[in-house]
């Protein structure tokens, strides 16, 4: 009960925040051409790159709160992961970053079932500023490619301690690769490569080092001085493009890899998706291939007291395909063309009904394990540069052959990738 009141609160949370981004981006696009209030002087706008307008670095930026949600497609565990941030400017080109989040799976330990809540103190160097500084003549912004040192703890909060007798609390040292960028005024998104070394985990495998993708969508909020040119932003958020079909990769899951003294975890998850339109009418056809592969080697399974299966005591493996199908109904595209806010095309809000089925390959269960969900959602894609985009989707999904729990929260962030 307690994690279907977790779901039920995380699905609130993104429908508030979904629906303040969309209005905050509605309101950014509609400014009228003529309102020449707080545009940017000459200097900045001769040299700005429209892509480098709707990312925000015209803005001299001194900090940011920010607020991110993610999810994992192959997680049985549909609670999404948040987290909120707060980074502050220490210098032209660097920044301290401070981190509380909240998951419910753990890289080291692989153990969905159990709730973390990390704290995290990192100093960001967004290492081409100055010379960008000097040549393109954006201002001080933290809409940048960035490397960071910091410092996390995690903290176990629920867990099981009859199944697992070691210590569930650790500190670990991280260094990353990432890309930030804001998207018009309170769109923002954080990806890279994260590595970490581990110490503390209360396990023969002290130190461990892991290494994984990340992608982080979400909302930030700061003060900025100027308005938004709507027919500037156009050539940005595709506003008069006609599209005709999709293909969308995923990065959020994409490689998780951990190295410990005894112990090894390896796991890749691409994903890929192909939308197409249904002549000129709002609806189209979405479907999707998700794939995973994991590699569990723990060796101090050996020394547990829980019986294992015999296969499972040297190590796991676990193959993950998703085969998904659903129809979109673009119910607000006619209504954004007719406002000049829009093409003919894929970008805009909708609702949708679809059907999944998944299928699970191990190692050391003879028979393969698949369960079919069927689903009602609305979400929101836009398209923005030439080859990103975002959907955010959430609604309820029920496997027709469970009949305990009758439906399931659904919520999914995609972000990648369009060609």
């Known amino acids: 009960m307690k994690r279907k009141q977790k779901i ?18 509605a309101k950014a696009q509609t400014i009228p051409e003529a309102d020449t209030s707080g545009q940017l002087p000459d200097s900045i706008m001769q040299y700005i790159t429209p892509l480098e307008y709707a990312f925000m670095m015209h ?17 049985e565990d549909v609670a999404p992961s948040f987290k909120v941030s707060f980074e502050q400017r220490l210098s032209t080109a660097f920044t301290i970053d401070a981190t509380i989040a909240e998951s419910s799976n753990d890289i080291l330990f692989n153990m969905p079932s159990s709730d973390i809540i990390r704290f995290l103190m990192e100093t960001r160097w967004y290492y081409r500023l100055k010379k960008r500084l000097q040549k393109s003549h954006i201002a001080k912004n933290m ?6 040192v910091g410092v996390y703890y995690s903290h176990y909060y629920e867990f099981y301690p009859e199944y ?15 890309f930030q960028r804001r998207l018009l005024h309170h769109g923002i998104t954080d990806m890279g ?20 993708t990340y992608v982080d969508l979400g909302l930030a909020f700061t003060k900025d001085t100027y ?5 500037k932003l156009c ?3 595709k506003c008069y493009e006609s599209q005709k079909f999709l293909l969308k990769t995923d990065f959020s899951q994409l490689i998780n890899i951990g190295l410990f003294q005894n112990d090894l ?27 995973g592969y994991e590699f569990l080697r723990y060796t101090r399974w050996e020394e547990s007291e829980i019986p294992l299966e015999p296969l499972w005591e040297d190590h796991a493996e676990i193959w993950d395909y998703i085969i998904e199908m659903e129809g979109r109904w673009y119910y607000n595209l006619n209504r954004r063309m007719l406002k000049g806010k829009s093409g003919n095309g894929l970008s805009a809000s909708y609702l949708a009904f679809g059907s999944n089925y998944h299928v699970q390959t191990t190692n050391w269960r003879p028979d393969n394990y698949s369960y079919t969900h069927i689903y009602i959602v609305t979400g929101w894609q836009r398209l923005f540069s030439e080859h990103m985009y975002y959907d955010i989707q959430f609604g309820f999904e029920s496997n027709p052959r469970d009949i305990v729990y009758f439906y399931d929260a659904r919520l999914k962030i995609s972000y990648g990738f369009r060609f």
Do not use: H, M
């Open 164 to 178: 697992y007798d070691y210590r569930r609390n650790y500190w670990s040292v991280q260094a990353k690769w990432g």
């Open 235 to 237: 050539s940005v958020l």
């Open 8 to 25: 039920l609160f995380a699905i609130q949370l993104i429908l508030v925040t979904g629906l303040i981004f969309n209005q905050l981006t």
């Open 59 to 75: 803005e001299e930026t001194s900090w940011l709160v920010k607020g991110f949600l993610s999810t994992n497609s192959l997680s």
């Open 143 to 148: 809409s940048e490619n960035y490397f960071s």
């Open 227 to 231: 308005k938004l040119n709507r027919e």
């Open 265 to 291: 975890l390896f796991k890749i998850a691409p994903q890929i998706a192909f939308e197409y339109k249904l002549g000129k009418t709002p609806f189209s056809i979405n479907t999707l291939l998700d794939a």
């Open 193 to 212: 490569f994260r590595s970490a070394i581990t110490f503390s985990a209360g396990t023969s495998n002290d130190p461990s080092f892991t290494f994984n």
